[in-house]
């Protein structure tokens, strides 16, 4: 079998070509993956946290909203309550998790989490605790 160059061998080789033929070459590489993670807890009484199954939480509803404008960015609704959510692509900037908690059909839990910051490229990790209502 013969070996096959990788992607960025054959970006380098071009690139070293385009510089002999042309004087210059920019390497144009795809945008950096930007992540936000939240990991969640929810209060169990007392003061005291935990997962959703200690908690009791059936289900949730989510809202990611960009700070500066005001936008939601990402959300769902009635979904099975998760240890974190993670947002992927996202665009530079300050974000607002905006959760909701349910047993058996009733608001029980819910909060609004600030201050979830993210740079090009970065893989950010946030806390949010969710309060009973």
């Given at each position: 079998m013969k070996p096959m160059?990788?992607?960025s061998r054959l970006t380098?080789?071009?690139?070293?070509?385009?510089?002999?033929a042309l004087?210059?070459?920019?390497i144009v590489t795809p945008e950096e993956e930007t992540t936000l993670l939240v990991n969640l807890s929810w209060e169990t009484g007392?003061?005291?946290?935990?997962?959703?199954?200690t908690a009791g939480v059936d289900t949730m509803d989510y809202e990611l909203i960009d700070s500066d404008t005001g936008e939601s960015?990402?959300?769902?609704?009635d979904v099975g309550c998760g240890a974190s959510l993670e947002f992927e692509a996202l665009a530079s900037g300050n974000y607002e998790l905006a959760i909701d908690g349910y047993r058996s059909g009733t608001?029980?839990?819910?909060?609004t989490c600030a201050g979830l910051s993210v740079d090009r490229g970065?893989?950010?990790e946030f806390f949010c605790d969710?309060?009973?209502?």
């Open positions: 160059l990788s992607r380098a080789l071009g690139c070293a070509l385009a510089a002999l004087g210059g070459c920019v007392g003061g005291a946290f935990g997962d959703c199954v960015v990402a959300w769902d609704l608001l029980f839990w819910g909060s970065e893989f950010a969710a309060l009973i209502r």
